[in-house]
C-alpha cells in the first residue's frame, strides 16, 4: 500500500507570505497526485491535479510540483481566506485513492 | 450545475446497520464512477469505496471490506453505502465525490454524520 506523508502538520504564516507544503509518497507514484483545500465544516475542493495543474476557477497563488514521491504545494501570496486544511491525495494505485494527513494553514 | 446531497446519516448503535443516499443531479450520474469518502471528527480524509459508472467494478478499503457495501440506481441518480455491523471507529461524516477518470474529485456533497455509539 502507498503511504502519504505531509509536512509539516500545521504552520502559522502572515498574509502576504509564500507559504510551502510538501507530501512524500512510500514509493515513486510518478505525476498522480493532487491537492485539495478544506475549510472548517466543508467539503474539500480540488485546486491542483497531476501534481502542477491548477483547477478550473482556482486562484493563481496556488501552484503545484513534483514528479516521483516527492512533491510541494505552494500558496505564494497568503490570503485570509486560505486558512484551511490541505491534503495530498494519490491515485497512482487507481481507484483506490491515499490521502495525506493534511496541514492545517493559519494566519498568524 | 452537479449537485451532490448525502442523506441517511443518523445516531446508531454498534452492531446496528445503517444505509446512506446521495442523490446526483447536474449531471449524467450514470457516466461516471462515484466515491465514499469519509472523515472521523478532527481527523483526516478516509477512501472508503469506489463504484465504476455501469456498476461493473467495486472496490473497498480494507477497514470496511465486508461490511459496508456500495450501489448505485442509475435510473435514480442515486448512490448508495449500506453500512452494516458498525463500530465505534465507523464515526465519520461520510461523503459522496465525483470521479473524473479514476483520478480526482471534482465535485463532492456536503456531507452527513454517522455516529456509532451505545
Known amino acids: 500500500d502507498i503511504q502519504m506523508t505531509q509536512s509539516p502538520s500545521s504552520l502559522s504564516a502572515s498574509v502576504g507570505d509564500r507559504v510551502t507544503i510538501t507530501c512524500q509518497a512510500s514509493q515513486d507514484i510518478r505525476n498522480c497526485l493532487n491537492w485539495y483545500q478544506q475549510k472548517p465544516g466543508k467539503a474539500p475542493k480540488l485546486l491542483i491535479y497531476d501534481a502542477s495543474n491548477l483547477e478550473t476557477g482556482v486562484p493563481s497563488r496556488f501552484s503545484g510540483s513534483g514528479y516521483g514521491a516527492d512533491f510541494s504545494f505552494t500558496i505564494a501570496n497568503l490570503q485570509p481566506e486560505d486558512i484551511a486544511t490541505y491534503y495530498c491525495?494519490?491515485?497512482?494505485?487507481?481507484?483506490?485513492?491515499?490521502f495525506g494527513p493534511g496541514t492545517k494553514v493559519n494566519i498568524k | 450545475q452537479v449537485q451532490l446531497e448525502e442523506s441517511g446519516g443518523g445516531v446508531v448503535q454498534p452492531g446496528r446497520s445503517l444505509r446512506l443516499s446521495c442523490a446526483a443531479s447536474?449531471?449524467?450520474?450514470?457516466?461516471?464512477?462515484m466515491h465514499w469518502v469519509r472523515q472521523a471528527p478532527g481527523k483526516g480524509l478516509e477512501w472508503v469505496a469506489v463504484?465504476?459508472?455501469?456498476?461493473?467494478?467495486?472496490y473497498y478499503a480494507e477497514s470496511v471490506k465486508g461490511r459496508f457495501t456500495i450501489s448505485r440506481d442509475n435510473s435514480k441518480n442515486t448512490l448508495y453505502l449500506q453500512m452494516n455491523s458498525l463500530r465505534d471507529e465507523d464515526t465519520a461524516v461520510y461523503y459522496c465525490?465525483?470521479?473524473?477518470?479514476?483520478?480526482?474529485?471534482?465535485?463532492w456533497g456536503q456531507g452527513t454524520l454517522v455516529t456509532v455509539s451505545s
Open positions: 491525495q494519490s491515485y497512482d494505485k487507481r481507484p483506490i485513492f491515499t
Open positions: 463504484i465504476w459508472y455501469d456498476k461493473s467494478y467495486t
Open positions: 465525490a465525483r470521479d473524473v477518470r479514476s483520478a480526482r474529485y471534482d465535485f
Open positions: 447536474g449531471f449524467t450520474f450514470s457516466d461516471y464512477g
